[in-house]
């Protein structure tokens, strides 16, 4: 069993809740995987307070989909990161921002759920909601998969700029107009950069 833990930059309260993780897994016989810049911010703690810690194995995030279950700790921001790597892996998000759509977990109950999780994960009894998510292929050009969304927009904004827009779903026009963009959502992102352009909100 091993746990990816994905710190928000720059957050002295993201990286005490990673370092408590880490010390509660390691309790338990679990290891960890840690994201170059949380390892450094938990080294840099270490140094601070002279408590030792276990820092686990440092790697690029890019590896986190061998890990068995990845732990975000920040706002949607971290969890979107970490997301863009994890791949298949069942993800966990500790909320520290503002709305935290993505992060079901409170702070003060992060140890424990992350520990629920993997006594779950372990005991193949774990439930996940799994999110779609978008590609998009242009020539030569393929995007990594999208969480939230994919926007398609015109040179610039505003007059003069945009471009114009051909709409298809399986092969049937939706439609055609010029635009400064189009914004292709997925469910989980509905409430991200499309509600901002007052576009709708759709239920996972």
Not at 59 to 85: K, P
Not at 137 to 158: K, L, T, W, Y
Request: hydrophobic share 40%; aromatic share 4%.
């Amino acid at each position: 069993m091993e746990v990816g833990l994905v710190a928000q930059r720059d957050n002295s309260r993201a990286v005490g809740i990673a370092d408590s993780i880490q010390a509660a897994l390691s309790d338990d016989g679990v290891s960890t995987r840690l994201d170059a810049a949380t390892a450094a911010a938990l080294t840099e703690s270490t140094a601070t307070t002279d408590e030792p810690t276990d820092s686990g194995v440092t790697a690029d995030v890019g590896v986190f989909g061998a890990c068995d279950l990845v732990v975000s700790i920040g706002g949607d921001g971290t969890f979107l990161f970490a997301a863009r790597a994890a791949g298949g892996t069942p993800m966990l998000g500790v909320n520290l921002g503002e709305v935290g759509f993505l992060n079901a977990v409170s702070p003060d109950n992060a140890v424990a759920a992350v520990r629920e999780a993997v006594t779950a994960i372990n005991a193949g009894d774990h439930e996940v909601r799994k999110a779609p998510r978008l590609t998009a292929q242009c020539d030569s050009f393929e995007s990594v998969p999208a969480v939230n969304e994919i926007v398609v927009s015109g040179p610039r904004r505003g007059p003069g700029g945009g471009a114009t827009f051909r709409v298809t779903i399986d092969g049937s026009e939706y439609t055609h107009s010029h635009a400064d963009g189009v914004i292709i959502a997925t469910p989980t992102g509905s409430t991200a950069y499309n509600l901002s352009e007052n576009g709708p909100i759709v239920h996972p």
